[in-house]
């Protein structure tokens, strides 16, 4: 039954374990479309790197240009099912194919809409480069100042952003500032000591001092925590997964969030304003 473009939007969360094999990945992702389409789903949202992934770093071996066969699958089978998707992937660096010995890739979340329209690309602004890990010395951040990522799906708009980025706040508040109701974070969030405590503390500080949805959706698999979540916009978790790859199906009430905000008017009631810093070279 079809929900009106003012009621609850269906959303699936995909936990999916992703390899280095790009075909057989999007085998998993064709499961994932066909069980949102047979709930009904309004939007899919895949974790990062869903295209190609190696828990040891990902870089250019795995980047595919927004035209490649990972994007233009994903907006084919959006078309063909009417669920849009959000999906992190791997694109070609500013310098690479141009003989400067740039070797780079970039971390990317394409947003694409129920029609097959690529709306967004979000290029992940801050690397992880913590906990032991480089992603800087095998990918370019994007730009800081870049429009934030939004795509409206129903009565909603949800906002992009990527795992590490989950660590500051002001990467959320500015897609509210945008006009994100939700906040979307796709990762493959390394597993490690108190990791997992940080993902789901930080995913309901970010809901609760942005009074927003958050859908934090991670990969499973060697390496990474998994332990995708749910939270509302006062902090309580709707959903969670455990460390093993599942589909999750809930619905997402802008009637809901309005209430919350009501009571807790906190943005309307805030001082600060978030202002990008200047480039940002790594």
């Known amino acids: ?28 992702v064709r499961s994932a479309f066909t069980e949102a389409q047979r709930l009904q789903a309004d939007l899919l949202v895949l974790p990062e790197y869903a295209s190609g992934f ?4 990902v870089g250019i071996e795995h980047a595919e240009p927004l035209d490649g066969p990972f994007v233009t699958t994903l907006q084919r089978w959006a078309a063909e099912t009417g669920v849009a998707v959000i999906a992190g992937t791997t694109l070609p660096g500013t310098g690479m194919g141009t003989g400067t010995g740039t070797t780079r890739a970039v971390n990317a979340v394409v947003a694409i809409d129920g029609g097959g329209h690529l709306v967004g690309v979000y290029r992940k602004v801050h690397l ?18 870049a429009a934030p990522t939004t795509m409206t799906v129903g009565g909603l708009t ?10 500051f706040p002001e990467s959320a508040r500015r897609l509210v500032d945008a006009g994100a109701d939700v906040l979307v974070v796709p990762a493959a969030w390394a597993a490690g000591d108190l990791k997992a405590d940080h993902w789901r503390t930080l ?26 979540l749910l939270v509302g916009p006062d902090g309580r978790v709707g959903l969670e997964l455990d460390e093993r790859a599942g589909l999750r199906t809930a619905d997402v009430d802008p009637e809901a969030l309005g209430v919350v905000r009501e009571a807790n008017p906190s943005l309307v009631n805030r001082r600060y304003a978030v202002v990008p810093k200047g480039p940002q070279q790594r």
């Open 1 to 28: 039954m079809a929900r009106t473009p003012s009621g609850p939007v269906r959303v699936t969360i995909a936990q999916i374990e992703v390899s280095n094999d790009h075909a057989a990945n999007l085998l998993v």
């Open 54 to 57: 190696d828990p040891r770093g």
């Open 203 to 228: 995913a309901r500080a970010r809901a609760i001092e942005n009074t927003s949805v958050v859908l934090a959706v991670g990969q499973a698999g060697k390496g990474v925590t998994g332990r995708s």
């Open 158 to 167: 949800f906002g992009v952003m990527t795992c590490y980025d989950l660590r």
């Open 128 to 145: 992880y480069d913590a906990f032991g890990h480089r992603e800087s010395d095998r990918l370019e951040p994007g730009p800081v100042d």
